[in-house]
């Protein structure tokens, strides 16, 4: 589909580049912008696509996320480094 309207696109645009009528050169120019910016839409949703993770994770997926996310505690009987002074 993306590719389909990236031809239109470019074929709308040739339209408007080849004729010499003010109607075809609006209509070019119009059909050209529509579809070009629908395939630049159809092109980005597909590369979010690809890149994003699936909507739903498994448990053990979530508590390995949630150990990356929170930071290690000391152990209690441990003190905190001294300030350098």
């Keep these: 589909m993306r590719w ?3 031809t239109i696109a470019l ?3 040739t339209i408007a580049f080849a004729s010499h009528s003010a109607g075809l050169v609006a ?3 119009f059909v ?3 579809c070009g910016i629908g395939a630049a839409l159809a092109f980005v949703d ?3 696509r690809a890149s994003s993770r699936p909507e739903h994770m498994t448990q053990g997926q979530l508590d390995a996320l949630k150990a990356t996310l929170r930071p290690p505690s000391p152990a209690p009987n441990q003190l ?3 300030n350098p002074s």
């Design 4 to 6: 389909t309207l990236a």
């Design 11 to 13: 074929l709308g645009f």
């Design 27 to 29: 209509f070019g120019v």
């Design 32 to 34: 050209g912008l529509v």
């Design 46 to 48: 597909a590369q979010i």
């Design 80 to 82: 905190p480094p001294p």
